[in-house]
């Protein structure tokens, strides 16, 4: 039972925490990457970001195990991290 | 509850895990978002609602151009000093002018806005009962009066699981299709919430989805700063950048007299081929003043936050600034939140809102008294935890879906029981909706074996009751309201007797079903389950493909008279 909760308070942590990291990475690289005007990328990437939480929710009680939950959440958050740092790079 | 563990990954089990979250994600914020479905379906006639509770209140609207006129005129007198004006005009829905300013300097204790309403015909404020009206259930929806910014995050928040909720049981749905077309009152139990809590849902889904979503949208800026703060150094940049019609102006400190802004809303409207829908004067009396109109929220979906707008020059009327469109995009986000808003739809199109919105109430409610219903099916007796689990969750479903409607109801009577005249009595009338749902709450942990009916039976017959204190304490009751016409206040008490009527037979059922053994009892579980599995596929067998459309239509009309209460057209 114990075992259980764990797993259950392990996978609410990757879906809420760590979709809320990954919607925000999702947001911060369409804000800058989307090719439109900055406004435009913006909003529609704020927008984009709450279907991607969604996914990311999805994903995590959807996948076998606790373990490619939190890499199937983290794995891509740090990908879309990495490409938003990657345009500051570019852009400075 | 072991479905979250599944070992054999698939098809099968994806559906066990989706079905596992969707029971979860809707159970832990499912009495906020019954709350938050109720008040945002009322919501849609917040300025309806403002009008029966105001009911001294009678007058004609007037056209906007004369409107703005008066309003200038008694802002000029009453507060020329003051930072900043607003005046919306009167409109069919609100027929009185309605005037907010901005005192450059209040004491302290002293609100930093004044609001005044003015009788177009005379131009004279027009003095009513105090109470907060329709607003109060526009601003419990989304802040569930819990300070600023925690209750709009915790709205949000609620939002989230809801869309999490209906994602999951989508995906949890096997026969999306054939459920629409499955009603089996007759078989009693779990399987009627289940196939109620299945028609709600789907024949709704698009606007659930719809509104779910767009509900966290409107609230983007706060939720997901990443995607501004990647471009933007702050998010107030962002927000002139895209809301140019607000803009707020510093003042050049010399005194200079306000142009007339009567002509340059005809002006305005002409160009639009529109109405008018607010005015905001920056810094009145000074050299830097700025006038900006706004087009009516109601002349376009996309209208809801950003309406088309035109800025003049507020010394000489020089038109200094305007937008008509947006980029695509923002056109899109417009849209989305204008579907929110609703402040675009018609008046047959606003009471299908209503209706869908209370089906949306009604797809939480029975969402919750499924998950008892599922839940007790499996328990095992003697389980005193499982037991107490049980009784929780049965005494927060009958506490807050019976309760937050008495609530509602406690409201509308407070509303026109307390004196005209106390002080501080808007307060009391929102103390009334919370004392309601408290004590309703209560009861239904003090009389764990009757609170539903008899909590039914409270809200029901509070229900009944406001047209009739209505009757009692105005001139404007039913027996007025119909011969005149008059369907604000007749479309609100008739609304209100139809929902008691709902409540009252919600009662009867009740009472019936504790008077009446489990049905469900006899069976071996396995049999049980089976049966849950073929309250999804029933409808492929020839039997009851036949019996199930018969069913489908009570589903529909009683989807119709679904939980709706205190309204108006």
Same mark, same amino acid.
């Given at each position: ?13 990757? %879906? ?5 990291? @990954?919607?925000?990475?999702?947001? #911060? &690289?369409?804000?800058? *990457?989307?090719?439109?005007? $900055?406004?435009? %990328? ?5 927008? @984009?970001?709450?279907?991607?939480? #969604? &996914?990311?929710?999805? *994903?995590?009680?959807?996948? $076998? ?8 959440? @983290? ?18 | ?36 479905f109720l008040t945002g379906s009322l919501a849609f006639f917040r300025p309806e609602i403002t009008r029966w509770m105001q009911p001294?209140i009678q007058v004609q609207p007037a056209p906007a151009v004369q409107a703005v ?17 607003f005046i919306a005009p009167p409109s069919d829905r609100e027929p009185l002018i309605q ?18 309403k003015?009788?177009a ?12 009206g329709g607003d109060f259930f526009y601003r419990?929806h989304f ?60 024949l709704g889904l698009p606007f659930h989805l719809m509104i779910t979503f767009s509900g966290?949208v409107l ?26 019609a ?19 809303v005809e002006?305005a409207q002409q160009h639009w081929q529109g109405r008018l829908g607010r005015v ?13 109109l706004l087009r009516n929220v109601g002349d376009g979906v996309s209208y809801g936050l950003l309406a088309p707008f035109m ?13 008509d469109d947006h980029?695509?995009?923002v056109v899109t986000t417009g849209v989305i939140t204008g579907l929110h808003l609703g402040l675009f739809a018609e008046p047959l199109l606003r009471w299908f809102y209503f209706i869908v919105s209370l089906a949306g109430t009604a ?45 509602v ?67 404007r009751?039913l027996?007025?309201s119909l011969p005149q016409g008059d369907w604000v206040m007749a479309g609100f008490d008739l609304t209100c007797l139809a929902s ?56 529909a009309v009683?989807r119709t008279a679904f939980e709706p209460r205190g309204d108006t057209p």
């Amino acid at each position: 039972m114990m075992r259980y909760r764990l797993a259950v308070f392990s996978r609410a942590t990757a %879906a809420i925490l760590g979709g809320y990291a @990954l919607a925000s990475a999702a947001a #911060a &690289c369409l804000a800058v *990457w989307l090719p439109m005007g $900055r406004a435009d %990328a913006v909003t529609a990437a704020q927008m @984009l970001s709450f279907v991607v939480y #969604a &996914c990311g929710v999805i *994903w995590v009680f959807a996948t $076998r195990n606790a373990w490619r939950a939190w890499a199937g959440i @983290l794995g891509p958050a740090a990908l879309l991290g990495g490409l938003f740092l990657a345009h500051r790079l570019v852009a400075v | 509850m072991k479905a979250a563990k599944h070992k054999h990954p698939g098809e099968e089990g994806l559906r066990q895990s989706m079905s596992w979250l969707h029971t979860w994600a809707g159970l832990i914020f499912g009495w906020v978002l019954f709350a938050m479905f109720l008040t945002g379906s009322l919501a849609f006639f917040r300025p309806e609602i403002t009008r029966w509770m105001q009911p001294e209140i009678q007058v004609q609207p007037a056209p906007a151009v004369q409107a703005v006129a008066t309003a200038q005129r008694y802002l000029a007198e009453h507060a020329p000093d003051a930072k900043r004006w607003f005046i919306a005009p009167p409109s069919d829905r609100e027929p009185l002018i309605q005037l907010l300013y901005q005192v450059p300097k209040p004491k302290p204790g002293e609100r930093g806005f004044v609001r005044v309403k003015l009788d177009a015909a005379t131009g004279e404020p027009v003095t009513a009962r105090q109470t907060r009206g329709g607003d109060f259930f526009y601003r419990f929806h989304f802040e569930l009066e819990t300070a600023f910014p925690w209750g709009r995050w915790l709205a949000s928040i609620a939002g989230m699981f809801m869309l999490v909720a209906i994602i999951s049981g989508i995906i949890t749905h096997k026969k999306i299709f054939a459920d629409f077309f499955t009603f089996r009152p007759g078989k009693g139990g779990q399987r009627a919430w289940m196939d109620g809590h299945n028609v709600l849902s789907v024949l709704g889904l698009p606007f659930h989805l719809m509104i779910t979503f767009s509900g966290l949208v409107l609230f983007m800026v706060m939720l997901m700063p990443a995607g501004i703060q990647a471009v933007y150094d702050n998010p107030r940049q962002f927000t002139s950048e895209v809301f140019k019609a607000n803009k707020i102006t510093p003042p050049l400190n010399q005194p200079a007299p306000l142009v007339e802004i009567a002509p340059l809303v005809e002006q305005a409207q002409q160009h639009w081929q529109g109405r008018l829908g607010r005015v905001t004067v920056n810094n009145p009396g000074d050299a830097g003043a700025t006038i900006t109109l706004l087009r009516n929220v109601g002349d376009g979906v996309s209208y809801g936050l950003l309406a088309p707008f035109m800025r003049f020059d507020g010394v000489t009327g020089a038109l200094q600034e305007s937008e008509d469109d947006h980029s695509a995009t923002v056109v899109t986000t417009g849209v989305i939140t204008g579907l929110h808003l609703g402040l675009f739809a018609e008046p047959l199109l606003r009471w299908f809102y209503f209706i869908v919105s209370l089906a949306g109430t009604a797809m939480v409610a029975t969402g919750l008294v499924l998950w008892i219903a599922k839940r007790r099916q499996k328990a095992r007796p003697g389980d005193t935890r499982e037991a107490f689990s049980l009784r929780l969750v049965d005494g927060l479903n009958a506490g807050t879906i019976a309760g937050v409607v008495f609530g509602v109801a406690a409201l509308f009577l407070a509303n026109r029981l307390l004196p005209a005249d106390m002080p501080g009595r808007q307060v009391w009338e929102v103390r009334a909706f919370f004392i309601a749902w408290g004590l309703s709450l209560v009861y239904a942990f003090l009389f764990q074996r009757r609170k539903w009916q008899d909590l039914l039976g409270i809200a029901a017959a509070a229900l009944a009751l406001v047209p009739v204190v209505n009757a009692l304490t105005t001139d404007r009751h039913l027996g007025v309201s119909l011969p005149q016409g008059d369907w604000v206040m007749a479309g609100f008490d008739l609304t209100c007797l139809a929902s008691a009527l709902f409540f009252a037979w919600m009662a009867v059922k009740a009472a019936r079903a504790r008077k009446a053994p489990a049905r469900t009892a006899g069976k071996p579980r396995a049999a049980r389950n089976e049966a849950v599995k073929a309250a999804v596929a029933a409808t492929a067998h020839t039997p009851a493909t036949a019996a199930a459309h018969e069913p489908a239509v009570p589903a529909a009309v009683h989807r119709t008279a679904f939980e709706p209460r205190g309204d108006t057209p």
